[in-house]
């Protein structure tokens, strides 16, 4: 069962033999399951994505080492050089990141995110996208997962730039606050002379006693929210160029959810409904498990998003119709989706794709809630979970799942026993045994549950393991 209900499962954990100085975390797992039946491939950057990159990414049996990032630096000279319809801004970026990438030497990365002790994983499974990229050494790890819909699309564009946009934007924070404190004397000595083993992040990881400062977690979370705003910018400009040939694609968008968990920050964005839940067991409460939900939910299940949505559009009285925002998405934000945040990516739909009676887009946001963490003695987990995963748990069952399976297989992949526990449930909902369940085609399956990826963060203070391993 579990070989066939796992399409990715990934592990690392720490090793005992290298001193990890922030002690961030000891074990990462992760697992997904398909349901959505996807095209193998897309023509958007002119398959670009779907030919070159995401089979690098795609059901990797072990982490490995991030080199430079050729792919990456096609894809930014693809975006310039084709007459793109972009914002003055987007330009600017794309000139400044040309500069930055081109100052680094090229044999190494050209940030502490992409270092010569970094490895990276991720995977697919159905629409859902998800990566992992960490360093053993320093103690930091990034997360996300790209819950799509409508198509793999956004999923697939966000596995392959967000976290180069993260990166960018963490290397601009480092150098406005070196300047600041009077080591660079300009922006464009900043691009082009930090070199990147002077990083502050480095700094931090190689020095207990300094901590991050509140102005400074502030920063980072602008930095993912600056990233994803790249994102979908560079996004829905690419869109527009191809909506011609494949106007879909203005339909297409994706859920969001990263984590940067660095020392003892846990720094979290997210958009949509994927959820972060930390698990946590205070003292006075021993062997009783805390589950603390870290992200919001953006759809109209919360009251919160429905009255904000109504209240934005007091004119439209067919904002939601059917449970769904104009008849067509439950999420209240998400990256991509076009053809419901402006007129001229709707007027690409024909007949009944399009929306009727568009009176005052945007219906769906990109602005994301973000947080920060202090990770304290008693928190024990994080679950990063796509919505699929919540079909069937509770933020509390989902946490209690989690210890209890730690506790009795201390060695365990406890992402994939969650995938398991899906599958079990969804089986026995629908009067079917699990191995019944797994023979239906991906496709007709998503009437039994959606594609679901889940990652496990064993936190620092959580000790378990000894030895490092990859499983699939």
Known sequence: LVRSCSNLSMRFETN???????????????????????????????????????????????????????????LDLLST??????????????????????????????????????KM??????????????????????????DGFNGRDAADFLAVTLYDNIVYYLYLLECRIKQQDGLCSSSEDSLNGVKSELTLAMEIAENEDVKLSESFRSGVLNCLTSAVEQAENDFLCMVEQDMDDRPDL???????????????????????????????????EMDTVKATQLTEIHSLENPLEYQKLLADHPN???????????????????????????KKFNDALMGILRVRNLCS???????????????????????????????????????QLVYQFMHDNPTGDPAKYLIEQVVHK????????????????VGSRRKYHDDVTVIVIILGNARRTVSASTSI
Request: with cysteine.
């Open 361 to 399: 887009p945007p219906y769906v946001y990109t602005n994301p809630h973000t947080l920060s963490h202090k990770v304290m003695e008693d928190d024990l987990f994080v679950v990063l979970g796509s919505d699929g995963l919540f079909d069937f748990f509770s933020n509390d069952e989902v946490v």
């Open 316 to 342: 439209d009285s067919k904002v939601v119709m059917g449970n769904k925002v104009k008849g067509k998405l439950k999420v209240t934000r998400a990256f991509g989706v076009g053809y419901l945040k402006q």
């Open 121 to 146: 994983a991720g995977g697919a499974a159905g629409e859902d996208r998800v990566q992992a990229v960490c360093s053993e050494k320093n103690g930091w790890l990034i997360c996300g997962i790209y």
């Open 426 to 441: 969804a089986a026995k909902e629908a009067a079917l045994t699990a191995e019944q369940l797994m023979r239906i085609p």
């Open 16 to 74: 005992a033999m290298t001193k990890s100085r922030n002690g961030s975390f000891t074990c990462l797992s992760g697992a997904a399951i398909s349901a959505n039946f996807t095209l193998a491939n897309t023509n958007i950057c002119k398959g670009l994505i779907g030919e070159e990159i995401l089979p690098e990414l795609d059901s990797p049996n072990s982490f490995r080492k991030i080199v430079s990032s050729p792919s990456m630096s096609r």
């Open 81 to 118: 050089s084709q007459g793109s319809p972009a914002s003055t801004e987007s330009s600017i970026f794309e000139i400044s990141k040309n500069l930055w990438r081109s100052s680094a030497p090229t044999t190494v990365s050209s940030n502490f995110l992409t270092g010569t002790e970094v």
């Open 250 to 284: 203005v339909s297409v968008g994706s859920c969001v959810l990263v984590v940067l968990l660095q020392g003892t920050d846990l720094c979290i964005l997210n958009l949509g409904d994927s959820r972060a839940v930390l698990a946590s067991m205070p003292y006075a």
